[in-house]
């Protein structure tokens, strides 16, 4: 099935830094998700973004909503070793009765205390 | 606990037998959808409920699968004689419906499948 670019693929990187991990697709979306998986849970919502050129925070967590409408990105500051799991962005085309969602294949962050 | 909820959370079988998973979602939520996720890769969009009418159903999901929604609350996912390629992450999510949150599904904590 159809799936999102998303990276990078993996990220190695040490408490306190900031992280950055993009999203794009060649079909235009009108809302983004971000969801953090940890190893043998399902995905939770971490960010939600309806509106093109829209920036949202949720903690050390921001979002932006591409004003293409073909890609996004989430930035995480300060990170700390509970950060730690795989990140998915997904897209999601309103308009008749399904708002089913597209998922990247993850980006899976590491964090080094 | 008020979230999705799904069951058995692992399940092993061995090829050729049926398994039924459960899932019952967040209680005023009337859409409920399916999907696979296997390692490495992303969910993958299964089928989808709006209240008891199964409204969509992916080319993934074959012929030895069904899914039921028989009251518009909990859904039933069932895989006749199971293969190999099979095994998988089952993931159940559910939302509002209403037109501002229907992206927003919620997960549960997915029931893993594996067909030896």
């Known amino acids: 099935g159809q799936q999102l670019n998303q990276s990078p693929q993996s990220m190695f990187i040490q408490e306190g830094e900031d992280v950055s991990m993009n999203c794009t697709s060649s079909?235009?979306?009108?809302?983004w998700l971000w969801y953090k998986q940890d190893p043998g849970e399902g995905p939770v919502l971490l960010i939600a973004?309806?509106?093109?050129?829209e920036l949202t925070s949720n903690g050390r967590l921001t979002a932006q909503f591409g004003i293409t409408r073909k890609d996004s990105f989430l930035n995480i500051s300060a990170s700390i070793p509970s950060d730690v799991g795989i990140y998915f962005c997904?897209?999601?085309?309103?308009?008749?009765?399904?708002?089913?969602?597209?998922f990247g294949k993850g980006t899976l962050l590491t964090v080094n205390p | 606990d008020t979230g999705v909820s799904q069951n058995p959370r692992h399940k092993i079988t061995k090829r050729g037998q049926n398994v039924t998973f459960r899932c019952d979602p967040i209680?005023?939520?009337?859409?409920l959808y399916w999907y696979r996720q296997t390692l490495g890769q992303g969910p993958e969009f299964l089928t989808y409920?709006?209240?008891?009418?199964?409204?969509?159903k992916s080319r993934l999901l074959s012929d030895r699968f069904s899914a039921e929604r028989p009251k518009g609350s909990f859904s039933t996912l069932e895989i006749q004689r199971t293969e190999q390629g099979d095994s998988a992450m089952y993931l159940c999510?559910?939302?509002?419906?209403?037109?501002?949150?229907?992206?927003?599904?919620?997960f549960g904590e997915g029931s893993r499948l594996t067909v030896l």
């Open positions: 997904a897209g999601q085309l309103r308009g008749g009765s399904n708002y089913k969602l597209t």
């Open positions: 973004l309806y509106k093109a050129g």
């Open positions: 999510a559910s939302s509002l419906g209403r037109e501002r949150n229907t992206g927003e599904l919620f």
């Open positions: 209680s005023e939520h009337n859409r």
């Open positions: 079909s235009i979306f009108n809302t």
């Open positions: 409920f709006q209240n008891e009418a199964q409204l969509e």
